[in-house]
């Protein structure tokens, strides 16, 4: 048994790439059983779970054998194209999951310092922070909590909120631009 080098390894990932982009059944279980390991465990380092690693994996032979006719070999490493496609759906499954918050095997631990947010609602600053924000329309004020206080990004409080993503931009550049001057007059 003789050993294949690194640059026999990626001629053959290139090969059976322009096969499986002419529609090879067969080159595309071979690049599968050539590279399927390695863009596992690529993938297993990004998601930290098997199964999203798995997940990541399919989405991202599906885009292999979708779109293996537009690799071009000239422009580019067969094992990097392949490593960049596993690397996007791995990275997009995780934030997908990203703001899922799994409570198993951790334990709760009571801090004896009150919180941060105790802390800040008891003084002046907070105080003056409420004022300005009861000076805010409902609609407004609800805007900025649900993206400074719930952490959620501007495209998911549109969704949420069921307005345009330019509008909830506005409304809270526009909001923060009020807190601000009204916390400057106080």
């Known amino acids: 048994m003789r050993l294949v080098?690194?640059?026999e390894n990626v001629a053959s990932a290139a090969e059976l790439l322009m096969q499986v982009g002419q529609g090879s059944r067969t080159a595309f279980q071979q690049l599968y059983n050539l590279q399927s390991s390695r863009l596992y465990a690529v993938a297993l380092r990004i998601t930290c779970r098997a199964p999203l690693a798995s997940d990541a994996m399919h989405d991202a032979f599906l885009q292999v054998w979708r779109n293996a006719a537009s690799f071009d070999p000239a422009r580019g490493n067969a094992e990097?194209?392949?490593?960049t496609l596993v690397?996007?759906?791995a990275l997009d499954i995780v934030r997908r999951r990203g703001r899922e918050v799994s409570?198993?095997?951790m334990?709760?631990?009571v801090d004896p310092e009150p919180d941060a947010l105790s802390q800040l609602s008891q003084g002046r600053e907070a105080r003056a922070l409420h004022a300005c924000l009861s000076e805010l329309a409902e609609d407004r004020r609800?805007?900025?909590?649900?993206?400074f206080v719930d952490g959620l990004s501007h495209?998911?409080?549109a969704d949420r909120v069921q307005m345009p993503l330019g509008t909830v931009k506005s409304w809270i550049r526009r909001s923060l631009q009020a807190l601000r001057t009204c916390l400057?007059?106080?």
């Open 5 to 7: 080098s690194q640059n």
């Open 80 to 83: 990097a194209w392949l490593v």
């Open 87 to 89: 690397r996007y759906r």
């Open 103 to 105: 409570s198993e095997g």
């Open 107 to 109: 334990p709760e631990r």
């Open 142 to 147: 609800r805007l900025i909590v649900m993206a």
């Open 155 to 157: 495209s998911e409080v």
């Open 184 to 186: 400057e007059g106080t």
